[in-house]
């Protein structure tokens, strides 16, 4: 009689708990669906150019810099000139595919400055990510971002 009592008060302690380890548990997934919609490219406007600012509120590379990301469709086939300019910090401009992996990337461009110049070849139609990013922890600040469609002569 004593374990049978013992039994029924542990089930309504357990039974209870159970739950409530069962109905948190779904929180923290509820919570990172929530926050993977917070990631929005911008899209890079129709003129293909961009000023803009880099900042601590941009995506934190890892390195102690920073990035800001610009959505751009292209076509299988487009030639491309990717210029990033920035009097401000030390700039490194990359091309990612449509799946997020880093297909090209540039440090500093062939003018001796710290600027940005890449050149691709687009080998898949779709929607691509330009990254503005900081070198390091060179900061932020004012860039000029363009992109060009090169046309054969």
């Known amino acids: 009689m004593i374990i049978k009592a013992c039994a029924t008060r542990l089930s309504r302690i357990v039974l209870p708990l159970t739950l409530l380890a069962v109905g948190t548990s779904?929180?923290?997934?509820?919570?990172?669906?929530?926050t993977t919609s917070l990631y929005n490219?911008?899209?890079?406007?129709?003129?293909?150019?961009?000023s803009d600012t880099?900042?601590?509120?941009?995506?934190?590379?890892?390195?102690?810099?920073?990035?800001?990301?610009?959505?751009?469709?292209?076509?299988?086939g487009d030639n491309i000139a990717i210029d990033l300019v920035?009097?401000?910090?030390?700039?490194?401009?990359?091309?990612?595919?449509?799946?997020g992996a880093t297909l090209?990337?540039?440090?500093?461009?062939?003018?001796?400055?710290?600027?940005?110049l890449l050149f691709t070849r687009i080998t898949q139609t779709g929607n691509y990510i330009v990254r503005v990013r900081s070198f390091g922890e060179t900061g932020g600040g004012a860039f000029t971002l363009r992109v060009t469609r090169l046309r054969p002569i």
């Open 104 to 116: 090209a990337e540039n440090d500093d461009g062939p003018d001796g400055t710290t600027n940005s």
């Open 26 to 34: 779904f929180v923290p997934s509820a919570i990172a669906q929530q």
């Open 54 to 76: 880099l900042s601590e509120r941009d995506i934190p590379t890892g390195d102690g810099g920073f990035a800001r990301d610009y959505l751009v469709r292209f076509n299988q």
């Open 41 to 50: 490219p911008i899209p890079l406007p129709s003129s293909n150019q961009v």
């Open 86 to 99: 920035s009097d401000q910090f030390d700039t490194i401009v990359a091309l990612m595919s449509p799946e």
